[in-house]
């Protein structure tokens, strides 16, 4: 088992663990959590590089799915397609000349990017009706809340790890 | 948490990317939140095929349902139930539509109005598990 297979197994241990709780969170409207899961995403990306946080991504949605039940239903669909479309885009993001995008920049596209893939999901195969659509601005809100939020605790996180290491 | 340090968080990148999201989330509320008037009608029921009302058109047309006939009154580019072969009354209760998208019904009678441009044809309305 080689070093980086183990802080893949170790990240999406956490990352499972993340996820299991915040599916148990009531939420206002469907669609809407705080994305709690993707911090490790984007930690591991930022500290490991993309193809890391790519590996611990997907079993995070993989073993979430076995574990919650709902592997290959409308819901791991819709989880996959997520998490697809943002790890493309964090992939395009972080290798994008002179990395412009700090924490925050990375997980509001990161969040942008989950949130629309999932409604263009739900559309194209579980609820093919225009008014699907009319939730799209609310959900579109949550994701610019929960990502600069998220973006903001992975810099705090960043800087506490850093500073435990460091002394 | 000193201001300094909040703004420290976003790069240059970050806040233009910040400013450019909710520039896009303005424009989605304004763009799926519009209610346009509807031009035409499409009327279902069980018993008889489902049909096409021009809105422009004023008249009165009759839908046969399961338990009878319903009354559908068109007039000024609006619909309403103006009669219905159900108990309640709440499809004529119910009053006017106009704005696209908008959806009423008289369901003992099994008879559906749906305003608007049409929705892509499916087999299927939704699917949950």
Redesign the interface.
Known sequence: MGHNDKLIAGFAALAITIHLLESALPSPVPGIKPGLANLVTLYVLIRHGWSLAANVTLIRVIAASLLLG?FL???FAMSLAGAIASLTILGVAWHFPGK??????LS??AA?AHISAQVVTAYL???????L??L??IL??AA?ISG?LG??LV?KILERVDSITNT | MSRSSFTALFTTADKLLFLVSLSLIVFSYVYFWQTSPASYAIVKSGQQDSRLINLNESKIHQVEGRLGISKLEVKDGQIRFISSACKNKICIQSGWHQHGGAVTACLPNRVSVQLGRQTSQTDYDAIIF
Do not use: E
Not at chain 1, 100 to 105: D, I, L, R
Not at chain 1, 125 to 131: K, N
């Open positions: 709902s239903s409308p819901t412009p995008f700090g924490p925050v920049g509001i596209l942008m195969l579980f609820i093919p009706h225009d008014s659509f009319t799209l601005p579109l809100t610019l600069t973006g903001i810099s």
